[in-house]
């Protein structure tokens, strides 16, 4: 059998995503030369696709076209293979709890640190941000067309789009996520994991948003006492730390110079 065929068969089975080493495995009488040269060959052609070195994709003929496959098709396997835990987030997880109003045109997710020599050129539509450890308790999961997926909680997802604003089109915009996002939203859900996880401005921010901007005031004030519970402690910080406004109210309650103007989207 030849790799071209051992592929389509893998295919039939169901099977998207392969590796370099695993084809040594199978063909141990063919040189790794050999084996690198027809994958070469076949990345060519548009009918595999390589995101990560030594880590492959097959493109199923109805992506072919359109050059390699949505991250869905690897993302998990991938991230097996680098041995790094994951989870898809931010305005990815957003989509799949069902606030899909500002629709990303990558998927997002968030790995954990040290960083991986994952390529934009070679991974177009995968996006990665990294943390420092995963929050292994606030990561659902979920089987996708292709392999079981993991995803943040309502709540994570609320953290991270907080948190990692700047890839999230800015505060207004993460707002807007907010507006749809907080429904499925509970504050007294996995809180001990929650609280360890973000910085305290993270949670400043979030508040406001959720207490001023949004006028969400059950979840605001949900979160307010279990900040108050865990001890931490609130200083003056600016809304957003990239914005200047000459002139800035104070928040008292959650402590934020409100330095921006936020415009959020109407639903």
């Given amino acids: 059998m030849a ?69 869905v098709f690897y993302v998990d396997q991938l991230m097996e293979f680098v041995g790094r835990p994951y989870y898809i987030s931010l305005l990815s997880a957003a989509e799949m ?35 420092k450890e995963i929050p292994e308790s606030l990561v659902w999961t979920r089987n996708s067309e292709i392999d079981t997926i993991r995803y943040s909680s309502p709540e994570l997802t609320a953290i991270d789009l907080v948190q990692f604003e700047h890839v999230c089109g800015g505060l207004s915009n993460v707002a807007t996520v907010l507006a749809e996002l907080i429904e499925f939203i509970d504050f007294n ?45 609130m200083r003056r910080t600016c809304l957003s730390p990239r914005a200047n406004l000459s002139q800035a109210d104070v928040n008292k309650k959650w402590k934020i110079i409100v330095n921006q103007e936020l415009q959020i989207d109407d639903l």
């Fill in 3 to 71: 790799v071209r065929d051992w592929i389509n068969e893998q295919q039939k089975l169901g099977i998207y995503t392969f590796s370099h080493n695993q084809l040594k495995d199978v063909f141990p009488t063919i040189s790794p030369r050999t084996i690198t040269n027809e994958l070469y060959t076949l990345v060519g052609k548009g009918l595999i696709m390589s995101p990560y070195r030594g880590f492959y994709s097959v493109i199923p003929p109805q992506y072919q076209l359109r050059g390699g496959v949505p991250p």
């Fill in 97 to 131: 709890h069902g606030a899909a109003h500002q629709r990303p045109q990558r998927m997002q997710v968030i790995a954990e640190l040290p960083r991986l020599n994952i390529f934009a050129t070679k991974n177009p539509y995968l996006q990665v941000t990294y943390r």
């Fill in 189 to 233: 859900r996995g809180f001990s994991a929650v609280c360890t996880l973000a910085t305290t401005v993270t949670f400043q921010r979030l508040g406001y948003l959720l207490y001023v901007v949004l006028a969400e005031r059950e979840q605001a004030s949900i979160l307010w006492n279990n900040l108050k519970k865990a001890n931490i402690d």
